[in-house]
């Protein structure tokens, strides 16, 4: 078969929504296909399942609904469809009610938005702001960790008066919101401007920080619904309330996923979503052999690989399939934007191990109005285009795996299509090795082994108390903590206490850590 044939075989085109796949540079044969054939049966089964309302997150005994939220016609119960309607309508009104400066900062209308969330809850709305948020109508800032360094660098470039603030917390007992929230308000507090009048929260019903909330009077609270995860969260209030209030055409985003999800849920063969997942699939031997690269060949599109990082990684990152046994599933993901790439790991991809298969995201029309050429009949974004074909090219002459999507132009109903294909395709590819997509047991893992260093701190802390200004070496406070306690971890806290104000003195004559002494001096 011609390369031509072959391309024209692996070409996926819909002219309408405005979007292309090319899967000819994957190297797929007949063969794979016909053996896939159960498995895409089962899939297309699996997530019509969950669409219906099949419990999907069998830990947390819940429903898994983002599509729903772009559809709420396909909702399960009429009472989740007005839901979903209803909250909608509130992020529309409330948006409007800040820009007309009926909801209102002490200054005046508020000019700038702090978003305080972690995960999904952080790279969601980020994603919206750094793809669709030229020109807005209110400056958005972000604090996604609990860096004090972090925090006070953000916090320095605003008025707290003119600032809007957004906690986005499900439960509002996650440590790294609740911490920032905290130092917010103090920083509130310190200035003498009341935080509560400034304030709205994004949490499920009945939560802490919903309850805080409207304890203290918050200006307004919308909803998290525990059907919806943080890696799908982006077209629920989550993405929307930031999006809709630095300016974005929330509706055109949601119709965007919408006629997606509507394409990639028939049972065909040009269904980009399943394509994509048995891309994956054939790529990684459907056992994560081969990392993704994603290389978006446009700048508002340089948080995506970011996002798609934690949709792929957090979904298809497990330990056991559905049926108990140990499988250690995943596909890694990295990406930076081309032709940033150009200079920087191209070089290995074309040249050095092959270990991934790559997957360039390129825009068509680079610019609405006509450019100047910057040689004859040159523009620049001739040459941009010239940099994403010819690295495809030159990865595919070295036998590299490649894939293709093409929008032609990029808006708020393209960066929507973006999402609902890709959730799409994890959910298709979940199915493939038999997985649930929809938890992450290894993340409440980490949760709780940051828990037990901070007991351990405390108890350090007390044995230190106890002996206050007595020089102790580590194995000294190890005794007196317990033979159980491990000694790389009280280590670790040590040295972090005493470079961080706890009133733990450091004295250190040599490198070697069983000469160092610690004493509490406060």
Known sequence: MSSWETFLKNYISNERLGIFFDFSGMNFDDRFFESMATKVKDAYGSMSALESGEIANVDENRQVGHYWLRNPNIAPTPELQGIIQNTIS????????????NVRGPHGIFKNLLCIGIGGSALGPQLINGSLGDRPKMKAYFIDNTDPDGMDRTLSNLDLEDTLVIIISKSGSTPEPRNAMLEVMK?????GISFQKQAVAITSQGSKLHNQATGEGWIKTFPMFDWIGGRTSITSSVGLLPGALIGVDIGEFLSGAREMDSWTRLRSESNPAMKLALAWYHATKGHGE???VVIPYKDRLSDFPKYLQQLIMESLGKEKSL????????ISVYGNKGSTDQHSYIQQLRDGVNNFFATIIEVLQYRSEKSMEVEEDIASGNYWHGFSIGTEQALSANGRQILVISLRRFNAFSLGMLIALYERAVGFYASFVNINAYHQPGVE??????????IVQKSILGV????????????GICDKLGS????KLAFKILERMSHNNYSIERVAKSDKIEEVTYKFIG
């Open 90 to 101: 509130d992020i529309l009104n409330f948006a409007e009610d800040v820009h007309s400066g």
């Open 445 to 454: 893992a980490g949760k709780k082994a940051a828990a037990n260093v901070l």
């Open 464 to 475: 230190l108390g106890k002996n206050r200004n007595k020089p102790l070496h580590l194995n």
């Open 484 to 487: 159980e306690v491990d000694k």
């Open 290 to 292: 081969k990392d993704m």
């Open 187 to 191: 920083k509130f507090e310190t200035a």
């Open 323 to 330: 049926n108990g046994k140990i499988v250690n599933q995943g």
